[in-house]
């Protein structure tokens, strides 16, 4: 794959994440206090972290191997914390609906 398509994708892919961040945090606003806010809190942190590394993907040539590899797994690892805190907020959410 040529290296301009690899930076058009990277650019898109910034483009989704900053789109995302900021529907986040426009929906915080919104979200109650207790156990989903306190959940909100940390996917926000999550998109946060997620943005920031997402920037620095168009550097990923100029990286010593070692370093993206760490960073492909610390992408892995807090991709899994994501999905492990949306779906037991989504679990909680449709538990408070159902009472």
Do not use: D, H
Not at 1 to 22: D, Q, R
């Amino acid at each position: 794959m040529t290296p301009t398509v690899i930076l058009s994708i990277n650019i898109a892919a910034i483009a989704v994440m900053l789109f995302c961040l900021a529907s986040v945090y426009r929906l915080r606003a919104n979200i109650p206090g207790g156990v989903v806010g306190k959940q909100w809190g940390y996917l926000t942190s999550l998109v946060t972290l997620f943005t920031l590394g997402y920037f620095v993907t168009p550097f990923f040539t100029s990286l010593p191997a070692e370093v993206i590899s760490l960073m492909v797994a610390l992408i892995f690892f807090f991709g899994a914390i994501y999905v492990l805190i949306t779906v037991r907020l989504i679990y909680r959410i449709i538990e408070e609906m159902t009472r």
